[in-house]
């Protein structure tokens, strides 16, 4: 069993712990800590995988939480040396994200169960993830992707509007009429944002873990972005159809495991906000109840022992 993420994160300890528990020997490929610490070879053979000194070759499965490949990623302090050397440490960390998704490549090409696998991740831009749960019938919101700003102000004609980045970085906000301005949509030349349709009603945070709803929770909160704010949550029953839709994106974006974030329009159905493809669960799991860690440990496990 291999764990990749950073030996600190949380996530990674909770289901390198639950393992443990399960008697299942779990190996942590740090690459928070790569490669300035962690020591990885690998030769032209497709199982031949080297991990501080452990031959890893074909894994039973792999919790992937995160490459840390990148200076803007979590936890990853590169601050100093992108000050220093920007190109060089640029370079540096691409060469790191080409080993290390080389490796699950690998995994993925040798049949191991990957929670996810990497061949899911060029669907999972937003504007291309929402655009296929639309496609596969899935109720989305009304939503535009764009830099340009005629097409901002034809969108935000058609009622309450809310904007936010596409990859990250910020937080949802109400597009308001001061944000129509000249001056404001200049902004739009230096990146594109997304626009979407205002969804008024309640938060949903859905969990699916091989082909089942594992937890279904709602955040309760005051403001627009409930991460911003304290927040209740709370268990849910998920009606059957919004189930089996939850458990068919996960399906549509080629997922083994997600957490789904829904919100209701104001006609209260769900419509899906996004999937993530490392959905954190321990605060959810604190606060709601929900038993995500143990589920997914314990299908990790499966395999281990299949
Ligand atoms: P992220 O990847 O940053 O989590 P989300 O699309 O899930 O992006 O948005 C974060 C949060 O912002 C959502 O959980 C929701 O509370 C709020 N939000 C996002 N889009 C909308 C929207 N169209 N209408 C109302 N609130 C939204
Ligand atoms: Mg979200
Ligand atoms: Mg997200």
Redesign the pocket.
Known sequence: MVLVGSRADAHVQEVARRLHAEDVDALVVDTLAFPEETRLSLTEDLAGIVVDGREVGRPAAVYVRGLHAHPLAAKVEAHDAMDADWRTTLTAFREKSALLLGVLGRWERLGVPLYNPPSADWGMHKPAQLAALQAAGLPV?RTLWTNDAEAVRRFARSGRV?Y?PIA?GAA?QELCEDDLTEERLAALAAAPVTF????PGE?LRVYVLDGAVIASLRVVSAS???RQHEARIEPVTLPPDIASACVKACEVLGLRWTGL?L?RDGDGVPRF??LNGSAMFLGFDARGGSDVAGQLARALARHARD
């Open positions: 919101p809310a936010k990250g949802t979407q349709e205002l969804l938060d627009l972005d409930f974030d919100k906000l996004e």
